[in-house]
């Protein structure tokens, strides 16, 4: 499903974030990609989305190499990925609703499947009843959820979600982290950066341990070990 | 197709709202400017009608010697409106002439003059004709027709009333009213297409958030890009009403002073901005909407980075 080909990354002019990086990523997947800060799992994560491209190496989504992947096609990649980030990136002058549908009008969709598709994935996350609130009026799980519909309003076979829970408390984020779950159960790979080490212990699914641009682990049913 | 305009001019329409004060700047400049070209075009309107009213007094006389037989005169007459460049001819016997003067003279009062023409016996006044030509660049050679040796002996003298001094000033003149107007109106133009590139650029800051979280879930571009070229294009409409709203009242209160002033050639402004009124203002737009149309790709290239 997501295949990084001997990828290295270097911002110009001369800052190395990734250094030849081989991963494997399966269909369905839940994988936790775990290291310190600045240690390089943006820029990985970035890359899937084509807001980086890689220095050397390719990058293969299905069967699509989007390595050097054209500008125009690239709305047509970030609609297959759902992204989430520690800061929700919610607009504050739109309700749940219009900011959930706003991924769906910029994308051309139709009235119609505006209404049907925004409710659903509200619901998903359990927010049907919010849907006319601002993000002011929410909690921070519950902004983080808005962003996770928005995510999910395509359909992503895959989600990346950047440290998601970083600004939330640990019962907050255990449910963030239970909604993710329930996500990757019905199918969408699931990349979850973090360095919160309970959650990751907790879930034991496959780890990726990434320090100074260099994967040093990639454990399935793995421990945080930094 | 349809949902996606319509998006698109919400789109814009909220840009245009949410930097209001931005957006009224931008459209006094454009008006402005607008008003600048639309000044132009009325001097060069109103210099034109004065070459036109002074081209049409321009004229040649020929005076005949007392001794010209009249079929001769008429003869002459009709060689000359036969001519290519002559627009009309108008002869004035000694007699009409005669009463002509007399008339003149009597509605002026002027008593002595009109009691000792009275005293001739015979008729002092010269047989005449007037010419006009079809075109002020014809009269040398009507003139020259005139010169020929076998009417030497009939004609007394050849007047070219030209007032070619007045003309050439009013060509410099014109000539001036060119080269000032375009000078100010590049200017205008330069500081419209200037504002309308930096509006377009705090647009894309003021909307960082929201074309971040677009490009995020994978917005087209064309919902990224279009708006930010309709707004621009918002602030070409908007400026050309407001420079119509103005400048209508205005060529009201002038236009009873241009009409008057060029006695016998009626001069109506109102009545020349209302017929050539698509062809005035539709280009001023289409002008601006094509500089504002680049300025903001000038705009989105440079700052919307994907
Ligand atoms: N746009 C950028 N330009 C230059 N250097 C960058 C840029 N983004 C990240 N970096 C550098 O690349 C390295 C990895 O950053 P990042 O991927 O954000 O790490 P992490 O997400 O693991 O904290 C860091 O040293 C960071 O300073
Ligand atoms: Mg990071």
Known sequence: ?226 | MFVNIIRVIKFAFQNFWRNFWLSIVTISIITLSFLSVNFFIFTNALVDTAMHAIEQRVNITVNFKTSAPEPSILALRDVVAKSEYVDNVEYISKQSAFERFRAKKEKEGNVIITESLDQFEENPLFASLLIKAKDIHYYPAITQLLNQSQYENIIEKTNLNDKSIVISKLNTLKERVKQVGLVINLFFGAIAVLIVYNTIRITIYTRKDEIGIMKLVGGSNWYIRAPLVLESVIYSFVAIVLTIVIIYPLLGVLQPYTSNYFDGQAFDILAYFSNNFFTIFGYQLLASVVLNMASSALAIGRYLKV
Not at chain 1, 85 to 95: R, S
Not at chain 1, 172 to 186: H, M, P, Y
């Open chain 1, 1 to 226: 499903m997501i295949r990084f080909e001997n990828v290295t990354k270097i911002y110009p002019p001369n800052a190395p974030a990734l250094k030849e990086i081989d991963i494997n990523i399966s269909q369905g997947e839940f994988v936790f990609i775990v290291g310190q800060s600045g240690a390089g799992k943006t820029t990985l994560a970035k890359m899937l989305t084509a807001e980086e491209r890689p220095t050397k190496g390719r990058i293969i989504i299905g069967d699509w190499d989007i390595t050097k992947i054209h500008r125009r096609d690239i709305p047509l990649l970030r609609r297959q990925i759902g992204v989430i980030f520690q800061d929700f990136k919610l607009l504050p002058k739109k309700t749940v609703f219009e900011n959930v549908a706003f991924a769906l009008e910029v994308c051309g969709a139709p009235m119609s499947r505006i209404k049907t598709v925004v409710p659903q994935v509200l619901k998903i996350v359990g927010l049907e009843e919010k849907n006319h609130r601002y993000p002011r009026q929410l909690s921070g799980g519950e902004q983080q959820r808005v962003a996770i519909a928005r995510a999910l309003v395509h359909r992503p076979k895959i989600l990346i979600a950047d440290e998601p829970t970083g600004d939330l408390d640990a019962i907050t984020a255990k449910s963030i982290v239970d909604l993710l779950t329930k996500i990757n159960e019905f199918g969408t790979t699931l990349l979850f950066v973090t360095h919160n080490r309970d959650i990751v212990n907790m879930l034991k699914k496959r780890v990726i341990t990434v320090e100074g641009g260099a994967i040093v682990a990639d454990k399935e049913g793995g421990k945080y070990i930094l």
